[in-house]
Protein backbone atom coordinates (compact mmCIF):
# COMPACT_ATOMS: atom_id res chain seq x y z
CA UNK A 1 0.00 0.00 0.00
CA UNK A 2 1.02 3.63 -0.76
CA UNK A 3 0.65 5.73 2.39
CA UNK A 4 1.05 9.30 2.63
CA UNK A 5 1.99 11.01 5.96
CA UNK A 6 1.05 14.45 6.69
CA UNK A 7 2.45 16.04 9.73
CA UNK A 8 5.73 14.64 11.99
CA UNK A 9 4.73 14.86 15.39
CA UNK A 10 3.67 12.45 17.90
CA UNK A 11 0.72 10.74 15.95
CA UNK A 12 2.59 10.77 12.35
CA UNK A 13 6.13 9.17 13.53
CA UNK A 14 4.05 5.97 15.83
CA UNK A 15 2.09 5.41 12.93
CA UNK A 16 5.38 5.55 10.41
CA UNK A 17 7.37 3.32 12.56
CA UNK A 18 4.62 1.07 13.25
CA UNK A 19 3.59 0.98 9.36
CA UNK A 20 7.37 1.03 7.97
CA UNK A 21 8.06 -2.36 9.36
CA UNK A 22 5.61 -3.66 7.27
CA UNK A 23 5.11 -4.11 3.52
CA UNK A 24 4.34 -0.66 2.94
CA UNK A 25 5.58 2.34 0.51
CA UNK A 26 5.31 5.14 2.85
CA UNK A 27 6.35 8.98 2.37
CA UNK A 28 6.49 11.34 5.79
CA UNK A 29 6.26 15.27 4.99
CA UNK A 30 6.84 17.83 7.11
CA UNK A 31 8.25 21.44 7.69
CA UNK A 32 10.99 20.46 10.10
CA UNK A 33 14.11 19.03 8.53
CA UNK A 34 15.83 18.52 11.56
CA UNK A 35 13.00 16.35 12.74
CA UNK A 36 12.75 14.68 9.31
CA UNK A 37 16.59 14.16 9.22
CA UNK A 38 16.66 12.17 12.51
CA UNK A 39 13.65 10.01 11.52
CA UNK A 40 15.58 9.59 8.53
CA UNK A 41 18.16 7.82 9.94
CA UNK A 42 16.18 5.16 12.39
CA UNK A 43 12.68 4.22 9.54
CA UNK A 44 12.69 2.67 6.57
CA UNK A 45 10.71 5.42 4.53
CA UNK A 46 10.89 8.78 2.34
CA UNK A 47 11.03 11.90 4.08
CA UNK A 48 9.87 15.19 2.20
CA UNK A 49 10.51 18.71 3.58
CA UNK A 50 7.53 20.38 2.95
CA UNK A 51 4.15 22.03 3.60
CA UNK A 52 0.77 19.31 3.39
CA UNK A 53 -0.88 22.22 2.39
CA UNK A 54 1.14 23.11 -0.92
CA UNK A 55 0.08 21.65 -4.19
CA UNK A 56 3.54 21.59 -5.72
CA UNK A 57 4.98 19.67 -2.18
CA UNK A 58 2.09 17.33 -2.82
CA UNK A 59 2.79 16.49 -6.38
CA UNK A 60 6.95 15.62 -5.15
CA UNK A 61 5.18 13.40 -2.05
CA UNK A 62 3.06 11.56 -5.12
CA UNK A 63 -0.07 12.22 -3.51
CA UNK A 64 -1.78 11.26 -6.65
CA UNK A 65 -0.74 7.53 -6.27
CA UNK A 66 -1.55 7.32 -2.71
CA UNK A 67 -3.96 4.58 -1.45
CA UNK A 68 -4.39 6.21 1.89
CA UNK A 69 -3.21 9.76 3.05
CA UNK A 70 -3.33 10.50 6.58
CA UNK A 71 -3.53 14.55 7.88
CA UNK A 72 -1.99 14.55 11.18
CA UNK A 73 -0.24 17.47 11.62
CA UNK A 74 -1.10 20.29 14.65
CA UNK A 75 -3.47 22.31 12.65
CA UNK A 76 -6.77 21.10 12.14
CA UNK A 77 -7.48 24.19 9.44
CA UNK A 78 -4.10 22.28 7.86
CA UNK A 79 -5.16 18.82 7.96
CA UNK A 80 -8.55 19.23 6.48
CA UNK A 81 -7.01 21.53 3.60
CA UNK A 82 -4.10 18.99 3.04
CA UNK A 83 -6.98 16.33 2.90
CA UNK A 84 -9.04 17.45 0.26
CA UNK A 85 -6.27 18.91 -1.89
CA UNK A 86 -4.84 14.82 -1.97
CA UNK A 87 -8.46 13.56 -2.74
CA UNK A 88 -8.74 16.24 -5.68
CA UNK A 89 -5.28 14.86 -7.04
CA UNK A 90 -5.87 11.09 -6.71
CA UNK A 91 -5.31 10.21 -3.45
CA UNK A 92 -7.98 7.09 -2.75
CA UNK A 93 -8.79 7.43 0.88
CA UNK A 94 -8.04 10.56 2.95
CA UNK A 95 -7.97 11.02 6.55
CA UNK A 96 -7.42 13.96 8.20
CA UNK A 97 -6.81 14.48 12.20
CA UNK A 98 -9.42 17.27 13.68
CA UNK A 99 -9.89 19.24 17.02
CA UNK A 100 -13.24 20.55 16.49
CA UNK A 101 -16.46 18.42 18.05
CA UNK A 102 -18.86 19.91 15.65
CA UNK A 103 -17.23 18.15 12.47
CA UNK A 104 -18.33 14.92 13.93
CA UNK A 105 -22.28 16.24 13.74
CA UNK A 106 -23.60 13.80 11.06
CA UNK A 107 -24.48 16.47 8.32
CA UNK A 108 -21.44 18.39 8.74
CA UNK A 109 -19.54 15.23 8.50
CA UNK A 110 -21.46 14.20 5.32
CA UNK A 111 -20.85 17.64 3.87
CA UNK A 112 -16.58 17.28 4.64
CA UNK A 113 -17.08 13.82 2.86
CA UNK A 114 -18.55 15.64 -0.26
CA UNK A 115 -15.59 17.87 -0.39
CA UNK A 116 -12.38 14.82 -0.47
CA UNK A 117 -12.29 13.92 3.35
CA UNK A 118 -13.42 10.39 3.98
CA UNK A 119 -12.54 10.06 8.21
CA UNK A 120 -12.19 11.75 10.90
CA UNK A 121 -10.14 11.12 13.73
CA UNK A 122 -10.43 13.32 16.81
CA UNK A 123 -7.30 12.01 19.36
CA UNK A 124 -9.21 14.01 22.54
CA UNK A 125 -12.67 12.15 21.87
CA UNK A 126 -11.37 8.56 21.50
CA UNK A 127 -9.62 9.74 24.66
CA UNK A 128 -12.20 11.16 27.01
CA UNK A 129 -14.84 7.91 25.90
CA UNK A 130 -11.61 5.07 27.24
CA UNK A 131 -11.67 7.57 30.44
CA UNK A 132 -15.76 6.97 30.40
CA UNK A 133 -15.34 3.27 29.81
CA UNK A 134 -12.94 2.59 32.24
CA UNK A 135 -15.28 4.65 35.04
CA UNK A 136 -17.92 2.57 34.28
CA UNK A 137 -16.62 -0.96 35.49
CA UNK A 138 -14.29 -0.96 38.62
CA UNK A 139 -10.88 -3.38 38.76
CA UNK A 140 -10.28 -3.61 35.40
CA UNK A 141 -7.71 -2.06 33.15
CA UNK A 142 -7.87 -2.06 29.17
CA UNK A 143 -11.52 -2.51 29.08
CA UNK A 144 -12.83 -2.63 25.36
CA UNK A 145 -16.02 -3.60 24.15
CA UNK A 146 -16.65 -5.16 20.85
CA UNK A 147 -20.10 -5.06 18.58
CA UNK A 148 -22.25 -3.34 21.20
CA UNK A 149 -20.74 -5.07 24.27
CA UNK A 150 -21.73 -8.74 22.69
CA UNK A 151 -17.83 -9.75 24.47
CA UNK A 152 -15.43 -7.97 25.90
CA UNK A 153 -11.54 -7.42 26.54
CA UNK A 154 -9.96 -6.43 29.53
CA UNK A 155 -6.97 -6.82 31.54
CA UNK A 156 -7.26 -7.87 35.43
CA UNK A 157 -3.95 -8.15 37.81
CA UNK A 158 -2.98 -10.82 39.38
CA UNK A 159 -3.23 -10.49 43.55
CA UNK A 160 -2.29 -12.92 45.90
CA UNK A 161 -6.22 -13.32 46.55
CA UNK A 162 -6.41 -14.37 43.38
CA UNK A 163 -7.32 -18.09 42.69
CA UNK A 164 -5.51 -17.99 39.20
CA UNK A 165 -2.55 -17.64 41.01
CA UNK A 166 0.72 -20.22 40.17
CA UNK A 167 -2.29 -22.03 38.14
CA UNK A 168 -1.82 -23.41 34.64
CA UNK A 169 -3.89 -22.59 31.58
CA UNK A 170 -5.27 -26.04 31.58
CA UNK A 171 -5.91 -26.04 35.58
CA UNK A 172 -7.97 -22.36 35.12
CA UNK A 173 -10.09 -24.15 32.34
CA UNK A 174 -10.72 -26.94 34.18
CA UNK A 175 -11.77 -25.55 37.20
CA UNK A 176 -14.16 -22.98 35.16
CA UNK A 177 -15.31 -25.17 32.81
CA UNK A 178 -18.96 -23.15 33.23
CA UNK A 179 -17.41 -19.79 32.59
CA UNK A 180 -17.62 -18.08 29.14
CA UNK A 181 -14.05 -16.36 29.60
CA UNK A 182 -10.82 -17.09 27.48
CA UNK A 183 -6.90 -15.64 28.74
CA UNK A 184 -5.41 -14.22 25.65
CA UNK A 185 -2.84 -12.54 26.70
CA UNK A 186 -0.19 -12.15 29.53
CA UNK A 187 1.87 -9.15 30.33
CA UNK A 188 4.75 -10.17 32.58
CA UNK A 189 7.27 -7.21 33.69
CA UNK A 190 8.32 -6.27 30.15
CA UNK A 191 7.19 -9.11 28.11
CA UNK A 192 3.53 -10.00 26.49
CA UNK A 193 2.85 -14.08 26.63
CA UNK A 194 0.38 -15.62 24.40
CA UNK A 195 -0.86 -17.97 26.83
CA UNK A 196 -1.25 -22.11 26.07
CA UNK A 197 -2.55 -24.33 28.09
CA UNK A 198 1.42 -25.25 29.98
CA UNK A 199 1.93 -20.81 30.72
CA UNK A 200 1.81 -20.39 34.85
CA UNK A 201 -0.40 -17.40 36.20
CA UNK A 202 2.08 -15.28 38.13
CA UNK A 203 1.27 -13.01 41.13
CA UNK A 204 1.82 -9.49 39.26
CA UNK A 205 0.56 -10.45 36.07
CA UNK A 206 -1.75 -8.37 33.90
CA UNK A 207 -3.64 -11.22 32.20
CA UNK A 208 -5.75 -10.07 29.26
CA UNK A 209 -9.19 -11.95 29.25
CA UNK A 210 -12.19 -11.99 26.14
CA UNK A 211 -15.80 -12.56 28.23
CA UNK A 212 -19.54 -12.33 28.11
CA UNK A 213 -20.60 -9.43 29.72
CA UNK A 214 -22.56 -11.79 32.52
CA UNK A 215 -19.02 -13.73 33.26
CA UNK A 216 -17.09 -10.33 33.75
CA UNK A 217 -18.30 -9.73 37.59
CA UNK A 218 -17.50 -13.85 38.43
CA UNK A 219 -14.10 -13.55 36.26
CA UNK A 220 -13.29 -10.44 38.47
CA UNK A 221 -13.84 -11.92 41.69
CA UNK A 222 -12.04 -15.27 40.81
CA UNK A 223 -8.99 -12.77 40.03
CA UNK A 224 -9.12 -11.59 43.62
CA UNK A 225 -11.04 -8.12 42.61
CA UNK A 226 -13.59 -6.53 44.40
CA UNK A 227 -15.94 -4.78 42.51
CA UNK A 228 -17.78 -1.29 43.48
CA UNK A 229 -19.26 1.27 42.17
CA UNK A 230 -17.64 4.93 41.75
CA UNK A 231 -20.19 7.68 43.09
CA UNK A 232 -17.78 9.91 43.58
CA UNK A 233 -14.30 11.20 41.13
CA UNK A 234 -12.01 13.64 40.54
CA UNK A 235 -10.70 15.06 37.37
CA UNK A 236 -7.30 16.77 37.14
CA UNK A 237 -6.85 18.91 34.36
CA UNK A 238 -9.15 21.15 32.66
CA UNK A 239 -7.96 19.61 29.34
CA UNK A 240 -10.46 18.67 26.42
CA UNK A 241 -10.45 15.45 27.70
CA UNK A 242 -10.96 16.68 31.12
CA UNK A 243 -13.76 18.55 29.72
CA UNK A 244 -15.51 15.97 27.91
CA UNK A 245 -14.97 13.60 30.51
CA UNK A 246 -16.98 16.00 32.74
CA UNK A 247 -19.77 16.96 30.73
CA UNK A 248 -20.74 13.25 29.55
CA UNK A 249 -20.25 12.03 33.51
CA UNK A 250 -21.47 15.29 35.33
CA UNK A 251 -25.01 13.98 35.43
CA UNK A 252 -24.23 10.03 36.34
CA UNK A 253 -21.69 10.93 39.62
CA UNK A 254 -20.51 13.55 41.63
CA UNK A 255 -17.36 15.43 39.71
CA UNK A 256 -14.71 17.55 41.09
CA UNK A 257 -12.77 19.38 38.49
CA UNK A 258 -8.89 20.58 39.56
CA UNK A 259 -7.36 23.37 37.54
CA UNK A 260 -4.59 25.14 38.00
CA UNK A 261 -5.01 28.27 35.38
CA UNK A 262 -7.81 31.03 37.15
CA UNK A 263 -9.45 31.78 33.70
CA UNK A 264 -9.77 28.75 32.33
CA UNK A 265 -11.16 27.37 35.88
CA UNK A 266 -13.95 30.16 35.80
CA UNK A 267 -15.00 29.29 32.39
CA UNK A 268 -15.16 26.12 32.91
CA UNK A 269 -17.60 26.82 36.23
CA UNK A 270 -19.68 28.16 33.65
CA UNK A 271 -19.66 25.29 31.05
CA UNK A 272 -19.84 22.24 33.22
CA UNK A 273 -22.64 23.07 35.47
CA UNK A 274 -22.99 19.41 36.48
CA UNK A 275 -19.24 19.73 38.26
CA UNK A 276 -17.54 21.64 41.01
CA UNK A 277 -14.87 23.48 39.51
CA UNK A 278 -11.75 23.81 41.79
CA UNK A 279 -8.79 26.51 41.06
CA UNK A 280 -5.75 25.04 42.57
CA UNK A 281 -2.57 23.12 41.95
CA UNK A 282 -3.82 19.41 42.30
CA UNK A 283 -0.44 18.11 42.91
CA UNK A 284 -1.10 19.98 46.36
CA UNK A 285 -1.73 17.15 49.04
CA UNK A 286 -3.17 19.87 51.69
CA UNK A 287 -5.56 20.71 48.45
CA UNK A 288 -6.48 17.32 48.01
CA UNK A 289 -7.15 16.66 51.87
CA UNK A 290 -9.57 19.83 51.50
CA UNK A 291 -11.28 18.52 48.50
CA UNK A 292 -12.24 15.54 49.82
CA UNK A 293 -9.56 12.74 48.16
CA UNK A 294 -10.15 9.99 50.76
CA UNK A 295 -13.98 10.28 49.60
CA UNK A 296 -13.36 9.69 45.82
CA UNK A 297 -13.68 6.20 44.16
CA UNK A 298 -11.74 7.61 41.12
CA UNK A 299 -9.02 9.90 40.27
CA UNK A 300 -8.32 11.08 36.89
CA UNK A 301 -5.05 12.86 35.86
CA UNK A 302 -5.58 14.37 32.66
CA UNK A 303 -3.13 18.03 32.44
CA UNK A 304 -1.55 16.85 29.59
CA UNK A 305 1.74 16.76 31.44
CA UNK A 306 2.95 12.80 31.82
CA UNK A 307 4.79 13.74 34.80
CA UNK A 308 1.99 15.56 36.69
CA UNK A 309 -0.63 12.55 35.69
CA UNK A 310 1.81 10.02 36.99
CA UNK A 311 2.87 11.86 40.39
CA UNK A 312 -0.67 12.22 41.08
CA UNK A 313 -2.45 9.13 40.60
CA UNK A 314 0.60 7.97 43.06
CA UNK A 315 -0.04 10.32 45.13
CA UNK A 316 -3.64 9.93 44.85
CA UNK A 317 -3.45 6.00 45.61
CA UNK A 318 -1.36 6.49 48.21
CA UNK A 319 -4.58 9.02 49.91
CA UNK A 320 -6.82 6.27 49.21
CA UNK A 321 -8.33 6.08 45.56
CA UNK A 322 -8.99 2.87 44.23
CA UNK A 323 -9.35 3.76 41.03
CA UNK A 324 -6.70 6.31 39.12
CA UNK A 325 -6.55 6.99 35.56
CA UNK A 326 -3.14 8.94 34.08
CA UNK A 327 -2.76 10.40 30.78
CA UNK A 328 0.57 9.14 29.59
CA UNK A 329 1.67 10.37 26.64
CA UNK A 330 5.02 9.65 26.63
CA UNK A 331 5.28 6.15 25.48
CA UNK A 332 8.73 5.74 26.90
CA UNK A 333 6.58 6.26 30.14
CA UNK A 334 4.20 3.70 29.79
CA UNK A 335 6.44 0.61 31.08
CA UNK A 336 7.54 2.38 34.20
CA UNK A 337 4.19 4.12 35.11
CA UNK A 338 2.79 0.57 34.71
CA UNK A 339 5.27 -1.08 36.93
CA UNK A 340 5.51 1.46 40.01
CA UNK A 341 1.60 1.26 40.17
CA UNK A 342 -0.08 4.14 38.36
CA UNK A 343 -3.04 2.62 37.52
CA UNK A 344 -4.63 2.48 34.08
CA UNK A 345 -2.74 4.50 31.49
CA UNK A 346 -4.31 6.43 28.14
CA UNK A 347 -2.31 7.50 25.43
CA UNK A 348 -4.00 9.75 22.46
CA UNK A 349 -1.38 8.94 20.49
CA UNK A 350 -1.59 5.42 20.29
CA UNK A 351 -5.78 5.71 20.53
CA UNK A 352 -5.62 7.74 17.27
CA UNK A 353 -2.46 5.39 15.49
CA UNK A 354 -5.08 2.21 16.30
CA UNK A 355 -8.02 4.26 14.82
CA UNK A 356 -6.04 5.06 11.51
CA UNK A 357 -3.99 1.60 11.36
CA UNK A 358 -7.24 -0.28 10.90
CA UNK A 359 -7.33 1.35 7.16
CA UNK A 360 -3.55 -0.09 6.31
CA UNK A 361 -4.96 -3.66 6.69
CA UNK A 362 -6.12 -5.63 3.82
CA UNK A 363 -8.53 -7.81 5.52
CA UNK A 364 -12.32 -6.53 6.54
CA UNK A 365 -10.90 -4.91 10.44
CA UNK A 366 -13.66 -3.79 12.06
CA UNK A 367 -12.33 -2.14 15.00
CA UNK A 368 -8.07 -2.26 16.19
CA UNK A 369 -6.66 -1.37 19.22
CA UNK A 370 -3.34 -1.36 20.27
CA UNK A 371 -2.75 -1.87 24.13
CA UNK A 372 -1.20 1.00 26.08
CA UNK A 373 1.00 -1.27 28.20
CA UNK A 374 1.60 -3.92 26.14
CA UNK A 375 3.39 -4.78 22.17
CA UNK A 376 0.64 -5.88 21.58
CA UNK A 377 -3.05 -5.37 20.20
CA UNK A 378 -6.73 -6.79 19.76
CA UNK A 379 -8.44 -6.42 16.32
CA UNK A 380 -11.97 -7.51 15.18
CA UNK A 381 -11.81 -9.10 11.77
CA UNK A 382 -14.80 -10.56 9.76
CA UNK A 383 -14.52 -13.73 8.27
CA UNK A 384 -14.86 -13.18 4.25
CA UNK A 385 -16.72 -16.29 2.68
CA UNK A 386 -13.79 -19.13 1.76
CA UNK A 387 -11.32 -17.43 3.72
CA UNK A 388 -9.14 -20.01 5.40
CA UNK A 389 -10.22 -19.41 9.15
CA UNK A 390 -13.55 -20.91 8.14
CA UNK A 391 -12.03 -24.20 6.72
CA UNK A 392 -11.75 -26.36 9.96
CA UNK A 393 -11.83 -26.26 13.38
CA UNK A 394 -9.66 -24.13 15.32
CA UNK A 395 -7.35 -26.61 16.81
CA UNK A 396 -6.25 -27.48 13.48
CA UNK A 397 -5.60 -24.14 11.71
CA UNK A 398 -1.69 -23.32 11.56
CA UNK A 399 -2.77 -20.18 13.71
CA UNK A 400 0.51 -17.97 14.10
CA UNK A 401 2.09 -19.01 17.41
CA UNK A 402 1.89 -15.15 18.50
CA UNK A 403 -1.62 -14.66 18.55
CA UNK A 404 -4.59 -15.94 19.91
CA UNK A 405 -8.44 -15.98 19.05
CA UNK A 406 -10.67 -14.50 22.11
CA UNK A 407 -13.95 -15.09 20.79
CA UNK A 408 -16.61 -14.57 17.73
CA UNK A 409 -19.81 -12.15 16.99
CA UNK A 410 -21.99 -14.92 15.24
CA UNK A 411 -25.46 -13.24 14.28
CA UNK A 412 -25.19 -10.85 17.47
CA UNK A 413 -24.44 -13.30 19.88
CA UNK A 414 -21.12 -13.51 21.43
CA UNK A 415 -19.25 -16.85 21.78
CA UNK A 416 -15.99 -17.89 23.34
CA UNK A 417 -13.44 -19.75 21.65
CA UNK A 418 -12.43 -23.11 21.89
CA UNK A 419 -9.82 -25.34 19.90
CA UNK A 420 -13.62 -26.89 19.03
CA UNK A 421 -15.49 -23.77 17.62
CA UNK A 422 -15.67 -23.32 13.84
CA UNK A 423 -16.05 -19.81 12.23
CA UNK A 424 -18.47 -19.36 10.17
CA UNK A 425 -17.99 -16.86 7.24
CA UNK A 426 -19.35 -13.11 7.98
CA UNK A 427 -18.44 -14.47 11.77
CA UNK A 428 -16.97 -11.00 13.33
CA UNK A 429 -13.47 -12.62 15.15
CA UNK A 430 -11.85 -11.07 18.07
CA UNK A 431 -7.93 -11.72 17.35
CA UNK A 432 -5.44 -11.09 20.23
CA UNK A 433 -2.16 -10.65 18.03
CA UNK A 434 1.92 -9.19 18.50
CA UNK A 435 2.97 -7.13 15.93
CA UNK A 436 5.10 -10.36 14.32
CA UNK A 437 2.32 -11.64 13.71
CA UNK A 438 -0.18 -9.05 12.16
CA UNK A 439 0.24 -9.98 8.83
CA UNK A 440 0.15 -13.37 9.12
CA UNK A 441 -3.25 -13.49 10.87
CA UNK A 442 -4.55 -10.71 8.02
CA UNK A 443 -3.93 -13.63 5.56
CA UNK A 444 -6.66 -16.48 7.48
CA UNK A 445 -9.31 -13.63 7.03
CA UNK A 446 -8.80 -12.67 3.01
Request: glycine share 6%; charged share 30%; proline share 2%.
Amino acid sequence: MKIVIAGAGAVGIHLAKMLSNEDHDIILLDSDEEKLKEIDSHLDLLTIVGSSSSLNDLKEARVKKADLFIAVTQSEETNITSSILAKKLGAIRTIARIDNQEYLIPENKEYLKSLGIDELIYPERLASKEVISYLSRSGTRQLYEFSGGKLLLYGIKISSKSVFMDKTMAEVAEMTADLDFRAVAIKREDATIIPRGHNRFSRGDLVFVVSKPDAMERVMSLAGKEKYEIKNAMILGGSRIGQKTAMELGKKMNLKLIEIDKDKSLKLADLLQDTLVINGDGRDKELLKEEGIHKMDAFVAVTGNSETNILACLLAKKMGVKRTIAEVENIDYIDLADNIGVGTMINKKLLAASYIYRFTMDADVQHCKWLTVSEAEVIELVAKPGSKITRGILKDMDFPDDANIGGIIREDEGIIATGETQIQANDKVVVFTLPSAIKKVEKFFK
